[in-house]
């Protein structure tokens, strides 16, 4: 009898997708030691097989250490690429993962990528996000719960439990959470507010912050007095976005959406949901419904990622939608041969 073998693999597909974000071992080297470029009460640096110390200004922190922050404390870390590492309170963080991996043990982040330096991963417990020329915020929470937000770029964000790839652009949030066991839908953000977080408002200036500003002043543009969005919910019989039904509102905003450049539609979302935070579960919920479903790579709108060029990472094969990869079903070689028959068992058939 002819053994059949069928191996069902959910990972296999995350790890293909995380893989073409990978670089070369050209800049791996780079994220293996950073200088610590700015301290704020209780930081310390855990040496491997070491006794944890105060860490100081413009030291090194190489490979196998690992920095960690007290309650009301930060710490800031540049690496040789300018790759920028911003901790909040009570954050573990550990210098120098495989290739250019950086694993955050738990707490708040801020990772900040030049463009064409190589890009980079994040390890955050079950789930790992990939990255090229990107600026995030990220919370690791004792409960388990993982937030990861992009202030300006792209990435795409997996968890292998269940198989997820997905895209999140600026301006976007998901959640992981442990209940569920499986990542959220991208939830849009007002990217002012996030902002006003430590990581950011309490350090120098971001190179990428020209970068966030023009997010930014594209969601403001679509709300602005007498915006199309404004002109479009008057058209719906409202006096004025605040004041909108919430029918009105839907009307009005829907009818944008079904003429928006597809490139564009998320800023539109954005924008939105900043004006009307009591509605956005039915504007994200329309946007969903009305955007066409692709499974492979980003399509013609996703600038920010072109074809490989030096240390650049090249575009992922990448979900741009929340939909868990379909696992992968490995049929036998070998030709399928009928059981043979018995002489003592009856025939079937005719």
């Keep these: 009898m002819n053994t059949q073998c069928r191996f069902i693999s959910l990972v296999a597909p995350v790890a293909l997708a995380l893989a073409s974000w990978l670089p070369s071992g050209v800049a791996a080297a780079e994220l293996e030691e950073a200088q610590v470029t700015q301290v704020v009460q209780d ?3 855990l040496p491997s097989g070491g006794s944890a110390r105060p ?3 413009n030291e090194t922190v190489r490979k196998g250490n690992a920095v960690q922050t007290g309650a009301q404390s930060r710490s800031e870390l540049t690496f040789k690429d300018q790759t920028i590492t911003r ?3 009570k954050t573990i963080f550990n210098v120098g993962g495989e290739g250019r991996t950086m694993e955050m043990g738990s707490g708040q982040f801020l990772l900040y990528v030049p463009k064409k330096a190589g890009g980079a991963k994040i390890k955050m417990g079950p789930v790992t996000a990939a990255i090229t020329g990107t600026t995030v915020l990220g919370n690791v ?10 202030l300006e770029g792209s990435a795409c964000i997996s968890y292998g439990g269940m198989g997820q790839s997905i895209f999140v652009q600026a301006g976007q949030m998901v959640v992981y959470d442990p209940i569920y066991g499986r990542l959220g839908n991208p939830v849009e953000v007002d990217l002012q507010q996030q902002l006003s977080s430590p990581l950011v408002r309490d350090f120098r200036q971001l190179p990428s912050q020209p970068l966030i500003e023009e997010t930014i002043q594209g969601q403001r543009q679509v709300v602005a007095p007498n915006g199309e969005l404004d002109r479009a919910v008057r058209e719906a019989g409202a006096a004025s976005i605040a004041t909108a039904t919430p029918d009105q509102f ?22 939105a949901v900043r004006a009307r935070p009591d509605l956005a579960d039915r504007i994200t919920a329309s946007a969903a419904a009305a955007r066409p479903v692709r499974y492979r790579g980003y399509g013609k709108d996703a600038k920010d990622f072109k074809e490989y060029k030096g240390k650049e990472i090249v575009a992922p094969e990448c979900p741009p939608y929340n939909q868990p990869i379909q696992p992968y079903i490995i049929s036998p070689l070998t030709p399928q041969v009928p059981p043979v028959v018995s002489p003592e068992q009856p025939l079937t058939g005719g």
């Design 43 to 45: 930081v310390k640096v």
């Design 55 to 57: 860490a100081s200004v």
């Design 87 to 89: 901790l909040g309170e």
């Design 141 to 150: 929470a004792p409960s388990g719960i993982i937030e990861f937000t992009v």
């Design 250 to 271: 839907m009307q009005g905003f829907n009818s944008l959406l079904v003429r928006y450049p597809p490139g564009q539609v998320r800023m539109l979302v954005a924008g």
